[in-house]
């Protein structure tokens, strides 16, 4: 099982959150589908491996993320994150350069795709990809070639004046058929 995956995964989110919102001490949740969670960890999906693989994570981050909570409702988990994983993730983990001028870039009205792959390019020396999408939710599916460099996959949506965004990981966007 890969719980330093999920745990990357889920700091990854509060890092996201906070460049969103800036940073309050507080608790923080986030909701992930059930077959999203059996990807990051490579868990089986009987209920025994799901409870063991959660456990394990729980027990692997309490030190950096607090006791988190974790629940679940029909396929879908809960995770709540304590005010020090919120503290910790503010304090000791490097912010992302790319994430930070993505986000900003993405909030600004009149945003065009060009906007968006100047900042891809500069951080990826021209090596990513963008994808036409023909989705109610998508517009342009962006992300690197080098997936050590940042392993989500951008949708992007344009509307009247401004563009939005969902990111996700490469199996997950298999697993929705794109």
């Not at 949740?29 to 999906?45: H, M, Q, S, T, V």
């Given at each position: 099982m890969q719980v330093a995956a999920l745990e990357r995964m889920l700091i990854n989110s509060i890092m996201e959150v906070q460049m969103k919102l800036g940073y309050e001490?507080?608790?923080?949740?986030?909701?992930?589908?059930?077959?999203?969670?059996?990807?990051?960890?490579?868990?089986?999906?009987?209920?025994?491996?799901?409870?063991t693989a959660l456990k394990e994570f729980k027990a692997y981050v309490k030190d950096r993320l607090g006791e988190i909570k974790i629940t679940k409702s029909q396929d879908r988990f809960c995770f709540l994150i304590p005010p020090e994983g919120a503290r910790y993730v503010w304090e000791q983990e490097e912010k992302s350069g790319f994430l930070k001028e993505f986000i900003e870039i993405i909030e600004k009205p009149g945003v065009k795709l060009e906007d968006?792959?100047?900042?891809?390019?500069?951080?990826?020396?021209?090596?990513?990809?963008?994808?036409?999408?023909?989705?109610?939710?998508?517009?342009?599916?962006?992300?690197?070639?080098?997936?050590?460099?940042?392993?989500?996959?951008?949708?992007?949506?344009?509307?009247?004046?401004?563009?939005?965004?969902?990111?996700?990981?490469?199996?997950?966007?298999?697993?929705?058929?794109?």
């Open positions: 001490n507080e608790v923080i949740r986030f909701y992930y589908p059930e077959k999203a969670l059996l990807n990051i960890l490579k868990a089986g999906d009987s209920d025994d491996e799901i409870k968006i792959k100047n900042v891809f390019s500069r951080y990826s020396d021209g090596k990513y990809i963008c994808e036409s999408c023909d989705g109610e939710e998508c517009d342009f599916i962006l992300y690197f070639e080098d997936p050590s460099r940042d392993s989500y996959r951008y949708f992007i949506k344009f509307h009247d004046n401004h563009g939005t965004y969902h990111r996700f990981l490469s199996e997950d966007v298999k697993d929705m058929g794109f």
